[in-house]
């Protein structure tokens, strides 16, 4: 898994990194089959002050590509926003693709129960 952390407009710290990649161990023990992960966080001068810190986050899995972002005021509750919106998608990417691999399994045994 290839993991790319990167800043616009925005020093990436060591510790910020740390904390990135502590969140995001989360959301990769759901599924083993990831690619890429790419993270850009990124401070934009809006009007408004809460949404001022901004974060994104593009997973690649086989078959798939999640996109995420979150806007916060505080970068570090941004991220916490990013992490719990990935858990969600990931979660339900795996549940498609287990109940898409069961699928064909349930209709032969739907098939020979007929017959």
Known sequence: MNLTISGHHLEVSP????YVMAKLERVLRHFDQ????????????EAQKERRQRVECSIHVKGNALHAG?????????ID????????????H????????NAPIK????????A
């Open 34 to 45: 990831v690619i890429h992960v790419k993270v850009l966080l990124s401070k934009h001068n």
């Open 81 to 92: 926003e990013l992490v719990d919106k990935l858990d969600r998608q990931i979660v339900s």
């Open 107 to 114: 209709r032969e045994l739907a098939m020979t129960a007929l």
């Open 15 to 18: 510790a910020l990194r740390a």
């Open 70 to 78: 979150s806007k916060h005021l505080n970068l570090y509750a941004a």
């Open 94 to 101: 795996k549940t498609r693709i287990q109940g898409w691999r």
